[in-house]
Each structure stands twice: as C-alpha cells, then as structure tokens.
C-alpha cells in the first residue's frame, strides 16, 4: 500500500497555507478550495514552507515563482543526485532563478 503524503496547498490571494493528506498513487489535485476565502489554493507539494500572513515580500516572491512554473518541487540538476537546488530568498534572486532554472519549471 503507497504511504499517504502532506501536500502544502497556499491561497495567493489572503496567503493562507494548510496541508492535505493524499495517496499520490490515487490523487494529487492541482487546486483545492481555501477554506478562509473560498478562492484557489494552489498545491505547492510536500517542501513548501509558508512564510507569515504578514510577510508580504516573501508571498511576492512566491507569487512570481508560481508564475513562471515554480511549485517549490526539487529541482536536481545533477542526473542520478540527490543534491538539489535551494530556492531563492528574495524577490530579486528569484528573478535570476527564474531565467537560470527555466527548463525546470513545471508547463
């Protein structure tokens, strides 16, 4: 029987987190609802860590990173490592990211 997963799910729009337990052999929904506004809840996989409601400089980076196809999956950029790159802590090195990273993002 597959072990069940945390998924890290955010809301974008009033910054709330929480995580949901699914077989990723069965389900791995891309969106949930969010429980305190209603609007989308992104799933952001079993590593994301959200930073406080009121840290808006951190959910701006994580805004533009979602953007441009980054769910805060592992990105190993080494063939048959574990060793993988660590995102970005700010705005502007996630900008750099972004271009560096491109062929990692997910379509």
């Not at 597959?2 to 891309?30: D, I, Q």
């Not at 400089?57 to 490592?81: A, V």
Request: aromatic fraction near 14%; include cysteine.
């Amino acid at each position: 029987m597959p072990t069940p997963y945390n998924m890290a799910f955010a809301c974008l729009s009033c910054r709330k987190s929480f995580k949901r337990e699914f077989n990723l052999a069965e389900e791995n929904p891309k969106e949930l609802k969010c429980p305190e506004c209603g609007g989308i809840a992104h799933n952001f996989g079993r590593h994301f860590k959200a930073p406080k409601k009121n840290d808006l400089k951190l959910w701006q980076k994580i805004t533009y990173l979602f953007e441009h196809g980054f769910r805060f999956q592992k990105i190993c950029i080494k063939e048959n490592s574990i060793e993988t790159v660590p995102y970005p802590e700010t705005l502007e090195a996630a900008k750099e990211f972004v271009v560096k990273y491109k062929n990692y993002a997910i379509k």
